[in-house]
């Protein structure tokens, strides 16, 4: 192992090949912090991110251990046993008792996961993603879902790999996804907590296809706010507008309407399979709840591509792209093309890859950036280019380089339709 080791004159050089260990940590210690450049500060940080997600798995390791030595006639673990934990931690009973039950998942159901927290590819926090989005389903769909997942969980972040879970999981447990729903649906609530300096938080668990209308509502009152030149934050804007709406201070011609788009196979709206759908703004969703969403809903047709499920058609050259273009990028990119940004595309800036007029207004040229990363992109040294099937590489200032590819609008291999949810019902295109 210790040879294996790159020198400490060379901070960065095979880090990324070195398995993580007490060794590492002892190289990495042994650095001058100070003479480091950027290049080199950022691989430091990513090594010792990898020796901190080694030492979290063995931890994993030994409270498992601990469990297993404090058995239960009928839980994985005797319910006394956080009490013995969490002092010896200096945590809470419920934290300790959190910790328990995540090694009994990892490593009685999800093994692979473990390994890769141990070999320092994913962190603690994808590591319960992956938990917390399989403890519902048995352990043979619970390996499926592993499966699917994993290949692709280091290079994605947190939210990016908790929709992909939601996603896997409703593929392969699409009968039980109807049944949790049901389930979950029974348990909607609101509830208040109090804030600090005179505020308090109004938290609320609804439907998903509601909590999304209720959103966009909000928003787009708080857009209008903003056209006729409000100085308040959108936050404020938004929260304003709730409590306007809620309590009834609006009048009858202060009115904005609010779109919801679900994301369907036209194969589960014909019943003949039950492939998840995707609700924008949210993720994805069972495919009853799709149906029903879609039932009530005006129409438009998605080409996708029938062995990636990449879209390629959105319907029907200036600076500005044309609203149909505009619709066709927003739907193919989803959020902001950034590395791990999530802002949501319909929000975004549609930027030139290559500045117009040198470059192309259309759809191999244009992706949806925020504002924030439209501005890192003209006024920092960061590059991108953008290949074939909507794939953009970024090259940092430190020569850094990450890849970027929009999110499938279709399972592969399933043709696809979009439905907004309005007052009236044009039948399906088939």
């Known amino acids: 192992m210790f040879e294996t080791l790159p020198a400490v004159a060379e901070p960065s050089a095979g880090w990324s090949e070195v398995a993580p260990s007490g060794a590492l940590l002892d190289a990495l210690a042994a650095l001058s912090v100070d003479g480091l450049d950027a290049e080199e500060a950022i691989a430091a940080s990513v090594a010792l991110g990898r020796v901190v997600a080694y030492a979290q798995a063995l931890q994993l ?121 049901a389930l979950a649906r029974r348990e909607r609530r609101v509830v208040i907590f109090p804030a600090r300096d005179g505020m308090a938080e109004l938290y609320a668990l609804l439907p998903a296809d509601a909590a999304t209308a209720i959103y966009q509502r909000v928003s787009a009152i708080g857009r209008q706010a903003r056209v006729s030149g409000d100085a308040r934050s959108a936050d404020a804007r938004r929260a304003d507008a709730f409590v306007d709406l809620l309590l009834g201070r609006r009048t009858a011609g202060e009115s904005a309407g609010a779109r919801v788009h679900v994301t369907v196979p036209a194969t589960t709206l014909l019943g003949l399979d039950e492939q998840p759908g995707e609700l924008t703004g949210y993720g994805p969703i069972p495919a009853s709840l799709a149906r029903e969403l879609a039932a009530d809903g005006t129409w438009r047709r998605l080409l996708t591509d029938p062995a990636t499920g990449a879209l390629r058609d959105y319907g029907r050259t200036t600076y500005r792209p044309p609203a149909a273009l505009a619709g066709h990028l927003r739907v193919r990119d989803g959020t902001c093309r950034f590395p791990g940004c999530r802002y949501p595309a319909r929000r975004c800036d549609l930027d030139h890859t290559v500045s117009f007029p040198d470059g192309p207004t259309n759809q191999d040229n244009l992706g949806a950036l925020c504002r924030h990363h439209h501005r890192l992109k003209h006024e920092t040294t960061w590059t991108v280019q953008q290949g074939e099937e909507a794939r953009f590489s970024w090259t940092s200032p430190t020569g850094r380089r990450y890849a970027t590819e929009a999110e499938p609008v279709g399972e592969p291999g399933v043709p696809w339709g979009r439905a907004s949810p309005a007052s009236h019902h044009d039948p399906p295109p088939f």
């Open 61 to 181: 390791r030994m409270f498992a251990r601990f469990a297993r030595l404090r058995p239960s006639r009928d839980r994985p673990f005797s319910e006394f046993a956080a009490d013995e934990l969490g002092p010896a931690l200096a945590v809470s009973r419920n934290s300790a008792a959190a910790s328990l039950a995540l090694s009994a998942q990892l490593t009685a159901r999800l093994p692979g996961t473990l390994a890769a927290l141990q070999d320092g590819q994913l962190d603690l926090t994808k590591a319960r993603v992956i938990s917390d989005g399989t403890a519902a389903i048995s352990d043979a769909q619970a390996a499926q879902v592993e499966e699917r997942v994993l290949p692709r969980a280091p290079e994605q972040t947190a939210p990016q790999l908790r929709r992909a879970v939601a996603r896997a999981v409703l593929t392969v447990d699409p009968g039980g996804a109807d049944a949790r729903h």
